[in-house]
């Protein structure tokens, strides 16, 4: 495993085989080392991610490394930096099944929303918010298009390290599992994007959006 990932780090192997219709998934936490490079406001705070990735993604790549180096990928082209600078290290992993491991995530993200930071990731981000005018009350009025918005930026918190570990743990803990897994379904029902189905084989696969932005200059 790489101990300091950038946009620009070669994927290691995964130690299993890649499977198209996977049933086998991680919950990971992960932290941005030099947050300050996105915004200043964030020097000297802790910026974590906590997210789920296929155990193994096409190719046999590592799916935590290959969740991460695309969101680092993401971030900096959307915020007009260059590629290569943000870096980010793994805090912790687990792995299971689908439901378990989106359980665990799901239960992290809907008890820690108070140290969310997806309104400073969407300022940011580079062209995704103009100022219209509301139609009703004819007053100004902030649109995003979230499709410019920064990949995952929902999962991203600022949290000392110590804590989110701690919190990250506690979130497996069997009674918590089973209220993330209330949310994973509610989210599966709404046809909501970021759950998907074990064994299924759709919505798991990782883009590589560095070959996608290339492609979009041709």
């Not at 870096?87 to 995530?105: C, N, Q, R």
């Not at 997806?118 to 979230?146: N, R, S």
């Not at 919190?167 to 509610?186: D, P, Q, S, T």
């Not at 970021?194 to 070959?211: F, L, M, T």
Request: aromatic share 8%.
């Amino acid at each position: 495993m790489n101990t300091i990932i950038t946009s620009k780090t070669t994927v290691q192997k995964s130690e299993f085989p890649f499977e198209e219709n996977s049933d086998n998934g991680i919950n990971y936490l992960w932290q941005l080392l030099n947050p300050e490079v996105l915004c200043s406001g964030l020097l000297d705070y802790s910026v974590l991610k906590d997210g789920f990735a296929k155990r193994t993604y096409t190719g046999d790549k590592a799916g935590v490394e290959s969740r991460i180096k695309n969101t680092l990928y993401d971030m900096e082209r959307k915020a007009g930096i260059n590629r290569g600078v943000l870096k980010a290290k793994i805090i912790m992993t687990k792995a299971g099944d689908y439901d378990t491991t989106l359980s665990a995530e799901q239960y992290f993200h809907s008890k820690n929303k108070a140290s969310k930071i997806q309104p400073i990731l969407q300022a940011i981000a580079k062209d995704c918010w103009t100022i219209g005018i509301d139609k009703k009350t004819l007053l100004p009025k902030v649109q995003v298009d979230y499709r410019k918005t920064i990949g995952g930026s929902s999962e991203f918190f600022v949290m000392p390290v110590n804590r989110a570990k701690a919190r990250f743990a506690n979130a497996w803990r069997k009674c918590n599992l089973a209220i993330g897994l209330e949310i994973v379904n509610w989210k599966r029902n709404k046809g909501m994007y970021g759950c998907p189905v074990g064994g299924s084989g759709k919505g798991d696969e990782e883009p590589n959006i560095a070959s996608q932005a290339r492609r979009a200059r041709k």
